[in-house]
């Protein structure tokens, strides 16, 4: 079955960097879209990037708003393992963060999710 586990979230100061990991199983990774969610306190789930197969070298990207410019999605193959590269961290970037892919009825599975706390 299809498994995301979720690493590298933690408690950074403002301006500071995490990089999380979500290694992937059940799937075929080189072919599938990947997703970073987060969900802040009291607030719905939101899209932060995508990856299509082929990430930053050769697939297409996406990112919400409010990450442009200081998150970056990547993506090894090779590993089954996407990441998100977090620079310059806000706040307003504190949430629990999930990995998401899709299976092949278009049905979501999602990891357990990582917290990533900043403070200001």
């Known amino acids: 079955q299809v498994q995301l586990v979720e690493s590298g979230g933690g408690l950074v100061q403002a301006g500071g960097s995490l990089r999380l990991s979500c290694a992937a199983s059940?799937?075929?990774?080189?072919?599938?879209?990947m997703g970073w969610y987060r969900q802040a306190p009291g607030k719905q789930r939101e899209l932060v990037a995508t990856s299509t197969s082929g990430g930053t070298s050769g697939g297409s990207t996406n990112y919400a708003d409010s990450v442009k410019g200081r998150f970056t999605i990547s993506r090894d193959n090779a590993k089954n393992t996407v990441y998100l590269q977090m620079n310059s961290l806000k706040p307003e970037d504190t949430g629990v963060y999930y990995c998401?892919?899709?299976?092949?009825?278009?049905?979501?599975?999602w990891g357990q999710g990582t917290q990533v706390t900043v403070s200001s």
């Open positions: 059940g799937i075929i990774f080189r072919l599938n879209y």
């Open positions: 998401n892919t899709r299976g092949v009825l278009n049905e979501n599975y």
